[in-house]
């Protein structure tokens, strides 16, 4: 099959881009992993309307049922439950639903697949029952479940105090909050003017914290912090003034932020830019957020964490853009300055440049101990060993301890394997590449792929 | 600085000349454009494979057959080698007779390394073969390796022996005057005496640089790694006339290859997978495994080689150029080669000649001048 544009993620920025597309009278096909429409922010949002769950996930969350209505009423061709496992040039996409796979050609691609968090190694984050406060998002929003016992969360930054709230609203408790974000500097302080504007948003966070304060323990201030158990998760240990102290606990969930999903971006071989504040990288985009290969165009977090607001304006730009450049939309730019889409960018991304100095990525030295691939649990300290019998190449470390070899490709460690190869080299971390992406962008089985028609004239 | 022999190329060949010349006493620099086993030595599959060899090859890869199984004594390490067996399996009658042909050819050459079994055989050694498998051939004393063991131990062989090896290294020009060469690279000027060409999918243009253009063909061999399953299949198998070889490695994961090409970019400088050809690959695994069919498959990846139009490498002295060595152009197949072609390389190095005949590996048969003549 043959579309003009196939649209990777069915959230925020792909909606958007998809409900525009539509409207300009492009032939669209929408693809995403999970079974209903949304994207993270909006999971399971069509389903959940109907439930108790609903009023507790809060007023954004709510928001998004317009959105998802509209794409829904586009005419868009919709494939849910559907992973994109390869990306070759053309563009030829490669898919599998319900174990079966198939091709689609389409002449652009826009990649709409947002974030995700942040991986932060520290001792005993391979625990079972240590998971990310993300992970137990999802189990909340697709299915109403909370986790059970002593629940810890350490982190920083908007999501754990938004899961939080969400959790205290639905009856739930939590034992204590490990807040790892360092005390605001003056540079945070400096952004705030424009973070006023958007004083709502700022208002929601500062009232999320005090229902925390009042539920349990908030600790700041602290470091080392461990989980520790024979078979799983039993106890929390960490240093504070001075002491070790140390709790039970049943279940901790951590989050110190998102980044883009570069996987797809790096595996085309487009230009990235490192983020030095906020310590990731991301595919450099023009203004239509087309990146450096022409016709694939990123939207949303994929191109640089923004959030939904500022997701669904990027997804409409990118629409634009490539209707501008596929011929189907003379004039994107009239159209662009019509629906103000730069000024309602600006406004969504204003609290954006506080939000990101008040929350740095953790930068503490990591243990030689520490686990730093979960895959094939190869350590911090194997890492360096690699790293300095070896030039300051991922691929290299990668070759001689398998770290990055599993199934996730480096998603979990990559980063890890940037930042120790900088230490042992000492370069900046910004000049150490990052991994190289081999196809699947998925695992999928053998059998998946033996099924792809065409396949036997090959041999 | 100046030393007796200037290596080019830090793959398995380039390392292994490095270290044996640099035990007999010769000063060795080796240069390596990115880290080494960058390239065909760190994507290979790592069989270690006398079955179905072309008969020029045969002594070679007899010698280094011996070496695998004593690989200790060279390198201080097995290389993960483990002997456990090389199976070619024949789908059909046609493709039985011909591999039972080839063995009564290599017997009447008095090499009796490769055995013809029936399709019990097939499924006493390989319990879970489909029962088409009508038989194959067998060779015991095959098996695999772990490609990037065998590199760290080349390279800390070599580096003990006195090897300096440079990596991020490459080599952009090379001029010979008064019998010596001067390579200018991005990390400043080498001399040497001689030269080896040990730059894999990159010996042509080595060969331009040292004024003995030759052309050669790039392989893009494409493997694919699945997840980690319980130990099912002992011996690397391949299939007679197909795109196939199947192993499981040490770790538990299975890598499939067996020769499907990926795209080579414009350039000539990377190769991508091509899924589709990949697919055909993977049917093929699944036709002779139709229990593989649910195993999950992690990555993939396209391997870059110099293939020559006889498929066999180019191993010896410039007939153009003097003080410069070719060993390239392996063709999918050199990983089995690298104790043997090492020592050889190292006996021209230091002999100025060798105990084999290198005849049918000579440069002169893919030089440039005489494909235009
Ligand atoms: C997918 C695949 C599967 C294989 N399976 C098997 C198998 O099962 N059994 C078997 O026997 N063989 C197999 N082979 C073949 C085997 O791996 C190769 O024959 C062998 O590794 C070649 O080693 P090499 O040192 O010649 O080349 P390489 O390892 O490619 O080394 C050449 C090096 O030269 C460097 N270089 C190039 N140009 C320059 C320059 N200008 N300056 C500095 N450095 C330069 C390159 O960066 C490279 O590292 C396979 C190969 C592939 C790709």
Same mark, same amino acid.
């Given at each position: ?31 995403? $992993?999970?079974? #209903?429409?949304?994207?993270?922010? !909006? ?10 769950? !609903?009023?507790?996930?809060? +007023? ?10 509209? !794409? ?49 190694? !520290? ?32 982190? #920083? ?72 158990? $024979? ?44 983020? +030095? ?122 070759? #001689? ?46 059998? $998946? ?11 | 600085?100046? =030393? ?45 494979? =006398? ?16 070496? @695998?199984? *004593? ?31 080839? %063995? ?67 080599? =952009? ?6 019998? *010596? @060469? ?12 001689? %030269? ?5 999918? @990159? ?29 099912? %299949? ?66 993939? @990846? ?23 060595? *070719? ?40 030089? %440039? ?5």
């Amino acid at each position: 099959m043959s579309y003009d544009v196939a649209i990777i993620g069915a959230g925020p920025a792909g909606m958007s881009a998809a409900v525009r597309l539509r409207a300009l009278g492009a032939a669209v096909i929408v693809i995403d $992993e999970q079974p #209903a429409p949304g994207g993270q922010i !909006f999971r399971g949002i069509e389903r959940n309307a109907a439930s108790p769950v !609903f009023p507790a996930l809060g +007023e954004d969350y709510a928001k998004g049922c317009a959105l998802v209505a509209a !794409f829904r009423a586009s005419g868009a061709e919709y494939l849910p439950s559907t992973q994109v496992w390869q990306i070759e040039d053309g563009w030829n996409l490669f898919l599998t639903t319900e174990r079966k796979a198939r091709h689609i050609t389409a002449r652009a691609v826009l990649l709409a697949n947002g974030a995700q968090e942040r991986p932060v190694p !520290f001792p005993g984050w391979t625990l079972p029952n240590v998971m990310t406060v993300g992970a137990a998002q999802i189990l909340l929003k697709s299915g109403g479940m909370l986790p059970e016992g002593r629940i810890w969360i350490a982190g #920083a930054g908007p999501l754990p105090l938004l899961y939080a709230t969400q959790l205290l609203n639905l009856g739930g408790r939590i034992a204590g909050y490990l807040d790892t974000a360092t005390t605001p500097k003056l540079s945070a302080l400096a952004r705030l003017p424009g973070a006023w504007r958007e004083f709502g948003n700022l208002a929601k966070g500062l009232r999320w914290l005090r229902d925390v304060r009042r539920s349990g323990m908030m600790i700041k201030g602290f470091s080392d912090l461990r989980a520790e158990g $024979e078979e799983r998760l039993e106890h929390l240990t960490w240093e504070a003034a001075g002491k070790r102290h140390r709790v039970e606990a049943d279940v901790l969930l951590v989050h110190e932020g998102v980044v883009p999903r570069i996987h797809e971006t790096l595996a085309l071989r487009c230009e990235h830019i490192w983020n +030095e504040e906020q310590g990731y990288l991301a595919p450099k985009l023009d203004r239509w957020g087309q990146t450096s290969r022409k016709d694939l165009f990123v939207a949303g977090d994929a191109g640089g964490i923004g959030g939904w607001m500022a997701a669904t304006v990027s997804g409409e730009i990118a629409a634009l853009g490539i209707a501008g450049q596929l011929g189907i939309a003379a004039n994107p730019d009239d159209l662009r300055q019509a629906a103000h889409l730069d000024q309602r960018r600006a406004r969504a991304l204003a609290l954006r440049p506080f939000l990101d100095a008040l929350y740095p990525p953790p930068r503490t030295r990591l243990a030689d101990d520490v686990i730093a691939c979960r895959c094939e649990e190869v350590t911090a300290g194997a890492i360096r060993s690699a790293a300095r019998n070896s030039p300051a190449d991922p691929s290299a470390v990668k070759a #001689a301890t398998r770290c990055g070899m599993g199934p996730c490709q480096g998603r979990q460690c990559g980063y890890t394997v940037q930042a120790l190869l900088a230490e042992v080299h000492g370069l900046p971390i910004g000049d150490v590449s990052f991994f190289h992406i081999r196809p699947p962008l998925k695992p999928i089985t053998l059998g $998946e792929i033996a099924s792809l028609e065409h396949a036997e004239g090959a041999a | 600085m100046s =030393t007796d022999v200037l290596i080019i190329g830090g793959g398995l060949h380039g390392l292994s000349a490095a270290l044996q010349a640099a035990r007999r006493g010769v000063s060795v620099q080796l240069v390596e454009r990115h880290f080494v086993g960058r390239h065909a030595s760190g994507a290979t599959a790592a069989g270690v494979r =006398t079955l179905g060899r072309n008969v020029a090859e045969l002594p070679l890869s007899l010698e280094a057959a011996e070496s @695998w199984h *004593h690989m200790k004594a060279l390198v201080d390490d097995d290389c993960g080698f483990v002997a456990c067996g090389q199976l070619q399996l024949a789908e059909d009658g046609e493709a039985l007779a011909k591999i039972a042909k080839r %063995i009564a050819r290599l017997e009447a050459m008095g090499l009796h390394h490769e055995r013809l079994v029936d399709a019990d055989d097939v499924q006493s050694v390989l319990p879970g073969v489909s029962p088409h498998c009508v038989g194959g051939a067998f060779v015991s004393g095959d098996g695999s390796a772990d490609p990037h063991r065998a590199i760290r131990a080349f390279r800390d062989a070599a580096k003990k022996a006195g090897v300096t090896i440079v990596e991020e290294c490459l080599v =952009t020009s090379l001029t010979r005057s008064a019998g *010596h @060469w001067r390579a200018e690279t991005i990390r400043g000027i080498f001399e040497a005496r001689l %030269i080896v060409n040990a730059a894999g999918a @990159w010996a042509d243009h080595i060969s331009v640089l040292a004024g003995d253009p030759l052309r050669h063909a790039i392989r893009t061999s494409m493997m694919v790694v699945t997840e980690r399953v319980a130990p099912r %299949i002992k011996p690397v198998v391949s299939s007679f006339g197909r795109r196939l070889s199947l192993k499981q490695t040490s770790q538990g994961t299975l890598l499939i290859g067996g020769g499907s090409q990926g795209k080579l970019a414009a350039d000539r400088q990377s190769a991508a997978v091509d899924i589709t050809a990949l697919a055909s690959s993977v049917q093929a695994a699944i036709r002779v495994f139709p229990e593989l069919r649910g195993v999950r498959m992690v990555r993939t @990846w396209a391997g870059m080689e110099a293939m020559t139009p006889d498929h066999i490498p180019v191993i010896g002295f410039s007939q153009k150029v003097e003080g410069l060595i *070719h060993v390239f152009g392996f063709s999918g197949h050199g990983f089995q080669l690298v104790p043997s072609v090492g020592r050889v390389v190292a006996d021209l190095i230091c002999e100025g000649h060798t105990n084999h005949n290198l005849d049918a590996f000579r440069a002169s048969r893919i030089a %440039i001048e005489r494909v235009a003549a």
